[in-house]
């Protein structure tokens, strides 16, 4: 998967993850390559629910 599909897809993710969360802003979704721990934990902060649950609801999200 090449820079650009990842940032097309990425996009798309975020836009899903903003529906179901709207508490997220932008700056919570910033996605940076190597910083997905970082990134995960903002959402984590942010939504109040286990690591677990909100890898479990990224991971359907990209398998969508």
Known sequence: MN??????DWNV???KL???YAQLTDDDLV???GREDE???RVQKR???TREEV???VGEIFKS
């Open 47 to 49: 939504v109040g629910q």
């Open 3 to 8: 820079k650009l599909t990842l940032k097309g």
């Open 39 to 41: 990134l995960l934990g």
């Open 31 to 33: 996605y940076e390559k």
């Open 55 to 57: 890898e479990r609801v």
């Open 13 to 15: 993710a975020k836009g």
């Open 18 to 20: 903003k529906q179901k």
